[in-house]
């Protein structure tokens, strides 16, 4: 178990607050976070980076809820940003404009005028096209824009091909042999000014290797650019550090960045602000979902066991095969554990939270679902007309809700009903 889950007399506790009582006070589906859990997340990162100039951005696609952005900002985060909908949450939660950097393939006008316009720190260009656009946007709007251009260092990030984005066929980043020309159109651009060179190759990496591959490939780039004439003040690595979901072994962002960084003083650019984009290795293993057994289902091939909460919930397993970790708040000594496919209420196959679990468990029992606090509640839907599940952080003894379940209501608040 990570470490801010306990047993405690047989029963699972998110730091000192048991689970089974907050399922009971605020119902389920139920997403809880451990405070602890992500600032400790987050202090590897900011052990392996002390002493250097660097900024963390964490990545809030992956959990952009206010209260866990507000965390993470008051413990020194910037924010890495894909739409104008999160530099919004971005700048309700307190963030300094100038700590926000925007990444994304298909930012719009609309957004880089309001991005402009609060002063955002960086634009992570992905395109040429995309950077005659912010050019014109930014002289129209009488500002400067600061860039860095995302380049794909061609490196196989070894993950899920949905979540591997270093490749040459990827949509991302601009390719190898075209980023000197495009400095060169970035340089010439007038509201522009460039400032660092970023990449990203994957998420849920669980090796040393694929990084220290993209930062050599990385460091040839920014020599060749630095020979016309630009220099880079930042380099960004993006994010992708992996967790551990079932025995997964990553490297610790500290030793990595111990790694790295020798890397990079060796080639010459150890005075270079660093910046990276870290979002599930901060808040993935910080969270849990509870959902309640609601039926048991035998069958003679398999034995389905029907929980509250589903695919709209918890869409990693139907999107990507991903497995999480799925214990009983309490354990039973009264039930023999059987062979169970942990499956939703959503009226789909690919409606499943786990397959082939073995789980002593009874109607009305809750369950945890592990690794829930990265990319589950921010990929969540509506489905079903289903509401999203309410959130709890913890500290301490403390559980404060940090989002209500969403009810039918508020579902229905935008819509025009027809006369
Ligand atoms: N920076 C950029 C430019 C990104 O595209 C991403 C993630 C990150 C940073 C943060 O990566 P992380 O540290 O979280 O690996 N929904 C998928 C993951 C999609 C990741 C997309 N980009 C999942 O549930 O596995």
Avoid at 4 to 15: A, C, P
Avoid at 163 to 192: M, P, W
């Amino acid at each position: 178990l990570p470490a801010f889950l306990t047993q405690r007399h047989g029963e699972l506790h998110v730091e000192d607050v048991s689970l089974d009582a907050l399922a009971r006070a605020h119902g389920t589906p139920l997403f809880v976070y451990s405070k602890a859990a992500m600032l400790q997340a987050l202090g590897a990162y900011q052990r392996g980076l002390a002493g250097r100039a660097h900024l963390i951005c964490y990545a809030m696609k992956a959990n952009s809820s206010l209260a866990i952005l507000q965390t993470l900002v008051r413990a020194g985060c910037g924010l890495d940003i894909v739409s104008g909908g999160e530099l919004e949450r971005a700048l309700a939660a307190g963030c300094a404009p100038e700590r926000i950097i925007f990444s994304g393939v298909g930012k719009t006008r609309a957004e880089m005028r309001r991005a402009l316009a609060v002063g955002i720190g960086c634009f992570n260009v992905e395109s040429r096209a995309e950077l005659a656009v912010l050019d014109e946007v930014a002289r129209a709007a009488g500002r400067r824009a600061r860039v860095s251009i995302r380049v794909n260092p061609d490196v196989d990030a070894r993950t899920h091909p949905y979540i591997s984005t270093g490749l040459k066929d990827n949509k991302f980043g601009i390719a190898h042999d075209e980023v000197i020309d495009t400095y060169r159109q970035a340089a010439a651009c007038e509201s522009l000014d460039v400032v660092g060179i970023d990449c990203h190759i994957g998420s849920q990496i669980t090796q040393a290797g694929p990084y220290l591959d993209a930062l050599e490939r990385v460091l040839d780039l920014v020599e060749a650019i630095e020979l016309t004439g630009t220099r880079l003040h930042h380099i960004d690595f993006g994010g992708g550090l992996g967790i551990d979901y079932h025995g997964d072994t990553p490297p610790a962002a500290d030793e990595l960045w111990a790694k790295l960084l020798q890397r990079l003083d060796v080639r010459g650019f150890g005075d270079r602000q660093i910046m990276i984009e870290p979002g599930r290795s901060i808040v993935g293993n910080a969270g849990v979902c509870l959902t309640e057994v609601l039926y048991q289902k035998p069958g003679e091939h398999k034995n389905f066991l029907i929980v509250d909460a589903a695919m709209n919930d918890l869409p990693r397993p139907a999107m990507y095969q991903a497995y999480h970790r799925i214990e009983p708040v309490r354990s039973r000594t009264d039930t023999t554990a059987l062979t169970w496919d942990v499956v939703g209420p959503v009226c789909e196959s690919g409606d499943w939270l786990g397959r082939d679990r073995e789980l002593a468990v009874q109607p009305g029992d809750v369950l945890a679902v592990l690794s829930a606090g990265a990319y589950c509640m921010s990929m969540a839907s509506n489905y079903n007309t289903r509401g999203r599940a309410a959130e709890v952080l913890v500290d301490g003894a403390q559980a404060t809700v940090i989002r209500q379940r969403e009810t039918a209501a508020d579902q229905m608040r935008l819509e025009t009903p027809l006369p």
